[in-house]
Nanobody, 124 residues
């Protein structure tokens, strides 16, 4: 069992930055690939970024590539999402997720554990 708690959300103006954190508790964090997803009002949950275990290969949605960076600190059982050059369309609830699959998967159905989410609001 893995528990995930996100933090770092807030309100910023367009062009600003935020850093989201996801603290994981439970066993074997290093064996999980971690992902970030987001859901805006009235829209489906969408993939943002993922980082694999055992080497940390990353994958990003086209909409955030070059602006967002996912990273992990296994010793702290934490995964981060650095978000730069934020746009109003980045406004959403951001969720952290964990999967035991050894893959850079963008499919939310592949993830076993989810956090409660943290709100990010970007104003123009």
């Amino acid at each position: 069992q893995v528990q995930l708690v996100e933090s770092g959300g807030g309100s910023v103006q367009a062009g600003g930055s935020l850093r989201l954190s996801c603290a994981a508790s439970g066993r074997s964090f290093i064996t999980y690939a971690m992902g970030w997803f987001r859901q805006a009002p009235g829209k489906e949950r969408e993939f943002v970024a993922t980082i694999r275990q055992f080497g940390g290969n990353t994958r990003y949605a086209d909409s955030v590539k070059g602006r967002f960076t996912i990273s992990r600190a296994d010793a702290k059982t934490t995964v981060f999402l650095q978000m730069n050059s934020l746009k109003p369309e980045d406004t959403a609830v951001y969720y952290c997720a964990a999967t035991a699959k050894v893959a850079s998967t963008y499919n939310p159905d592949d993830y076993d554990y989810w956090g409660q989410g943290t709100q990010v609001t970007v104003s123009s």
